[in-house]
Each structure stands twice: as structure tokens, then as C-alpha cells.
């Protein structure tokens, strides 16, 4: 499947009647997708130029149509101006379009007055009630899904935002795609979208700071029209300690991603140290979460270190979802499950937390009556084969999204009797090496994340140790190649 881009110059009558045109092959083909891009007239030039550079065309007039292969990504196919696009609807469908020049004038100055508008409610003074939330890395799969919860009022209860969506300026096209989507919602729950490279405009003034990891950055097109589509993840590190320390090294400096993932998290909290409100609260959610955390919490010293985490939930889903399913229950029936250590890969499951509500046992109750899951699954060599279990199970974007969604939620809110899972840097607990961001169960009250246990497990020290010493010599060889 493809879908047409449209971009011109908002005051332009021909970028109008394309849009006219657009919308009629719109209207009679269920499948003819179409992204439009209004640029104002004075930032027309510029962001022309940007872009037939950035794709290797040549074109000099407004309107500019391509076209984006929606399930393959990669670069777009150039299709022409106004003329190209008549023709193409003429000749495939038989459409033309069916407005007058007074009509196409008229549309170009309503676009025009649109876009002012826009750009003057962005820039508009906010109120204290007003949130300023930036999300890293934009483009990818999992911030389009969260901005969906963003702009509904799920994640911040209602209260009206101002997002801003921070990538690197190859992904400009997708970012504003994604923007114009946004709007195009009329949310009254967003008051602007503003879409930038820079990390100390992302950041300025920014109470809450999703960081999504960069090494899970693949930009590419979405089936709804602007977001980006499902990414590859990118090659995780070694789970196992390996003998010595350079050995360590050596395996890590294979994976360019991390380092890579850790130039972007040091640039993020430099930029955060110097700009935002000291309060803001910082998410973090990637490939390498642990040591994201770790880093943001090292660098941005003048930030309060119990704001900044790390989401472990999509493990825990994924952990809920396979105990469900081994119970032929649905997932919501499962409570907690505590994730120790690593937010990625192999961490140490604590089940002993974990209540399992509506099994049809010998014991029964109402809806509300739940049992230990020791005492519905009698198989302890599964149950301990869980952790493995994980990292066989595909990934859910849309369901990462909604964990970390609501993670925010009840950071923001406070749910004391709400229990989840965290990265925390301020760990304490014995068996876990200082400065290392550790995975834990957590709950919030009065703003700040709580364990809930004062001690490991005796079964998963162990465990835990090993996963504490691991985590220790990941992020030593990560500042060691920094230095280099």
C-alpha cells in the first residue's frame, strides 16, 4: 500500500487544488491514503530545498507530491507538482478536480490563516495548569502510539499539553506528518505540537520528559497516514558475565548501538541539567533502559534523582500475559509480578506477589476473590523457567505504550495501593551495587516511587546479585568507552 505526501506553500492556490483533488480520490478509493504538508509562505524555500536535498529531487514550485511505500518504508517516490497529480488521477481514476479559482483562492487563504493560527496558539504563554511533555525520538512506532493516550487525557487526567517531539532532522518529514496528524484530532487536551532536532528547545521548561531509546530509532512511514511503522529493534548486549573485564568489553564494543543509544542519553541530560524545571519528571523506556537511567541520573546532578526512572512494564505484561495464558485465563486476571534487575532481556521473576483471580480451582469467590499463583500452577520448574520465557515472547508496541501511559498516570496522580514495576536509580537494597539503576517493585506516593520490599527474595539472591554485578560492569564499560 502507498500513500500520497502533499506539501506546499499554505497561501498557494495550486497546493489548493490538489488538496481539493486529494480529498475527492480520498472520498471514492477506501484505500488512497494522503499526509498534506502546509508550509508557510516565507518557510517555503528552505524546507523545499531541505527536502528535495535530503531525497535527491529537483523541484521548484508548490505544490510537491510524492509518494511513501507504506509497508516497505525507505525513501519516497517523486511524482511531480500540481500537473503530475491531475494527470495521475485523470488517467488511473478518471477524477479531476472540480473546484473553480475563486474556490481554490478562497481555500488557500483559510489554509493560510489556519497555519497563523496555529503557529500563534504554540507560541501563546502557558498557564499553570498548562504541562510541557517532550517525547524523544518521535518518529519511532512507540511514541506514535503513545501519543494517542497523550492526546486522549488518559496519561495526564485531562490536563491540556503542549508536546514536543524531538529527533534527529533526517526524521523532520516524519515528525511533521505525525504533527499534522495531532492536530488534525482537534484534542482539547493538546494546546500545541511542536516538532524540532534541538534538545535544549525540546527540553526548555519541559515538566515531564519521555526518553525512548535511540537505539530503537528506524524512521518509516505508518498505515494511518504520518506516524512511523513498526521498528527493528536494535541488537541487545550479552546477558551472561563474562570472564573477565575486557572480554566484556570487547562483546560490547560490537554493538554500536549502545554507544551510540549513550552519546544521545548524555546529550539528553546535559541539555535537561541546563534547561528544564529541576521537578521535571523523566521516563525512560528502550533497549538498554537500565543504563539510560544510570547515565541520565549521573549527568543531570542538578535534577532530583527520584525523578528520574525507567519502565519495566512491558516485561511485566509480557509475564502476566504468559501466566494467563498457562491458566487459560485473560491477562487482566493475573496481578502483579514483580521484574528484578534488567528491564530487558533475562531478569529475575518474583512471583510470590502475584495474585490470580477467577481460576475455576476446587476454592472459588466472587470476582474479587484471588488466590496465590503457587497454588494454581503446581509446576515450580515452569515457574522458574518463567524469566526465560520472556524474551521468547514477541514484543507489543501498542502494548508498551499503554504500560508506560499508565505508569505516568499514576506517577502524576498517585495511586498508593497501585503496584509496578520501576528502573530506579536510588535503589538501596542489599545485594545491589551502588549507581546501578535497578528494576524493582514500586509503589507511588506523594510523587516519588517506593519499594515495596525491604529485602530480595533468599531463592533470587542469587539472581539478583548476579544481575546487580552485570548491570555494574555495563555501565563501567559504557563511561570507560565514553572517554575514549
Known amino acids: 500500500m502507498a500513500r500520497f505526501v502533499i506539501a506546499g506553500k499554505a497561501n498557494c492556490p495550486f497546493y489548493a ?85 475563486a474556490m481554490e483562492a478562497q481555500i488557500a487563504a483559510e489554509n493560510n490563516q489556519t497555519l497563523q493560527q496555529m503557529c500563534t496558539e ?42 514536543r517531539l524531538l529527533d534527529e532532522e533526517e526524521a523532520r518529514p516524519q515528525l511533521e506528518g505525525v504533527a499534522m496528524e495531532l492536530m488534525d484530532m482537534a484534542s482539547p487536551h ?24 535511540p537505539a530503537d530509532h528506524t524512521p518509516s512511514t505508518s498505515p494511518s497516514g504520518g506516524g512511523p511503522a513498526d521498528h527493528t529493534p536494535s541488537t541487545s548486549i550479552h546477558n551472561e558475565i563474562p570472564p573477565n573485564g575486557e572480554k ?45 537511567v544510570a547515565l541520565i541520573a549521573r549527568t543531570a546532578t542538578s535534577l532530583d534523582q527520584r525523578n528520574i526512572i525507567g519502565a519495566s512494564t512491558l516485561l511485566e505484561q509480557k509475564a502476566r500475559s504468559i501466566v494467563a495464558s498457562k491458566l487459560n485465563l485473560n491477562a487482566n486476571c493475573v496481578g502483579h509480578i514483580a521484574i528484578l534487575g534488567k528491564a530487558r532481556g ?28 503457587d497454588q494454581c500452577i503446581l509446576e515450580p520448574l ?12 514477541p514484543a507489543a508496541v501498542m502494548c508498551e505504550a499503554a504500560g508506560i501511559s499508565k505508569l505516568m498516570n499514576v506517577w502524576m496522580e498517585g ?48 539472581n539478583v546479585q548476579q544481575q546487580g554485578i552485570t548491570l555494574q560492569q555495563e555501565l563501567q564499560v559504557v563511561m570507560d568507552m565514553m572517554l575514549k
Open 382 to 393: 515452569w515457574m522458574q523457567s518463567l524469566s526465560s520465557l520472556l524474551t521468547t515472547t
Open 248 to 292: 566484556f568489553g570487547d562483546k560490547l564494543g560490537t554493538s554500536p548501538h549502545l554507544l551510540a543509544a549513550a552519546h544521545s542519553y548524555i546529550k539528553y541530560a546535559q541539555a535537561m541539567d541546563r534547561v528544564s524545571r529541576k521537578d521535571v519528571k523523566v521516563l525512560v523506556c528502550g533497549e538498554h533502559t537500565n543504563v539510560a
Open 17 to 101: 487544488r490538489a488538496e481539493a483533488l486529494a480529498d475527492r480520490l480520498s472520498a471514492v478509493l477506501p484505500n488512497f491514503k494522503v499526509c498534506k504538508i502546509p508550509v508557510a509562505a516565507p518557510e517555503w524555500n528552505e524546507w523545499l530545498q531541505d527536502t528535495c536535498t535530503r531525497n535527491g529531487w529537483k523541484h521548484s514550485t508548490s505544490p510537491l507530491v510524492w509518494r511513501e511505500l507504506v509497508d516497505r518504508g525507505g525513501k519516497g517516490l517523486y511524482m511531480g507538482g500540481l500537473d503530475e497529480f491531475v494527470e495521475y488521477g485523470r488517467h488511473y481514476y478518471s477524477i479531476e478536480p472540480a473546484t473553480t479559482p
Open 415 to 462: 495511586a498508593p495501593d497501585w503496584k509496578s514495576v520501576v528502573v530506579s536509580p536510588a535503589c538501596t537494597l542489599s545485594g545491589v551495587p551502588e549507581g546501578v539503576a535497578f528494576s524493582l517493585s514500586a509503589t507511588c506516593s506523594s510523587g516519588y516511587w517506593t519499594p515495596t520490599i525491604t529485602a530480595f527474595p533468599p531463592h533470587l539472591l542469587p
Open 190 to 213: 493538546l494546546v500545541g505540537v511542536v516538532c524540532t532536532s534541538s534538545p535544549e528547545e525540546a527540553f526548555a521548561n519541559a515538566s515531564v520528559v519521555f526518553v525512548l531509546g
Open 346 to 373: 533475562q531478569p529475575a521473576v518474583d512471583l510470590s506477589p502475584c495474585q490470580v483471580c477467577q481460576y475455576p480451582g476446587a476454592i472459588t469467590g466472587p470476582p474479587s476473590f484471588s488466590l496465590p499463583v
Open 122 to 163: 504554540g507560541q501563546q504563554t502557558v498557564s499553570e495548569d498548562h504541562l510541557v511533555v517532550c517525547v524523544t525520538c518521535g518518529s519511532t512506532s512507540l511514541s506514535y502510539h503513545l501519543f494517542g493516550h497523550i492526546a486522549s487525557g488518559k496519561t495526564f487526567n485531562h490536563r491540556p499539553v503542549e508536546l
